[in-house]
T-cell receptor, first 115, second 114 residues
């Protein structure tokens, strides 16, 4: 079974802090994704990566950056956390090329609160 | 760009009753379609997917979905709901040839009455 592990289930940070969310997958998947999930808004794509050191903006990249130095790890960075970034963050991975029809595998999420 | 609509925010059914969750999509060609389930405090788990071929697809946990091109729909069904099916369900659509660019619906929360 594919395992996507997010480093924290719950995280509380303060406004203005730099926040790192980590995600690791154990199946050598090429593609990795970061979403945020808010009530009534479904999942919104923040960033994704289809290869090491490659990244592309999703639908809501503002205020976020990402890093993918190794294939198995995809980090989401909040450069200066703000209260409107309080949310559930979901990481996902997927095998194959960008055109692959394989579905995504999700981690259990990190519930981030910014005070 | 593709879009997906789940018209029902919340559905309540009795245990043992049948279930249908609606999903409508907008996309110019044949899309890839997915249904995921999210239990409280968990990530999303794939229930089933459709790419081509037979328009009735079977998934895990006794779920099935039917692709209807004429109605731009991909409704999820289960003949007899169990209390453990209570969760949030997401429909997702992706352009053919690029499942990585999935767009998710807002979700439908299922409550199961004993």
């Amino acid at each position: 079974d594919v395992k996507v592990t997010q480093s924290s289930r719950y995280l509380v940070k303060r406004t203005g802090e730099k926040v790192f969310l980590e995600c690791v997958q154990d199946m050598d998947h090429e593609n990795m994704f970061w979403y945020r999930q808010d009530p009534g808004l479904g999942l919104r794509l923040i960033y994704f990566s289809y290869d090491v050191k490659m990244k592309e903006k999703g639908d809501i990249p503002e205020g976020y950056s990402v890093s993918r130095e190794k294939k198995e790890r995809f980090s989401l960075i909040l450069e200066s956390a703000s209260t409107n970034q309080t949310s559930m963050y979901l990481c996902a991975s997927r095998p194959g090329t960008i055109g692959s029809n394989q579905p995504q595998h999700f981690g259990d999420g990190t519930r981030l609160s910014i005070l | 760009a593709q879009s997906v609509t789940q018209p029902d925010i919340h559905i309540t059914v009795s245990e043992g009753a049948s279930l249908e969750l609606r999903c409508n999509y907008s996309y110019g060609a044949t899309p890839y379609l997915f249904w995921y389930v999210q239990s409280p405090g968990q990530g999303l788990q794939l229930l089933l997917k459709y790419f081509s071929g037979d328009t009735l697809v079977q998934g895990i946990k006794g779920f099935e979905a039917e692709f209807k091109r004429s109605q731009s729909s991909f409704n999820l069904r289960k003949p007899s709901v169990h209390w453990s099916d209570a969760a949030e369900y997401f429909c997702a659509v992706a352009p053919g040839g690029n499942a990585g660019k999935s767009t998710f619906g807002d979700g439908t929360t299922l409550t199961v009455k004993p």
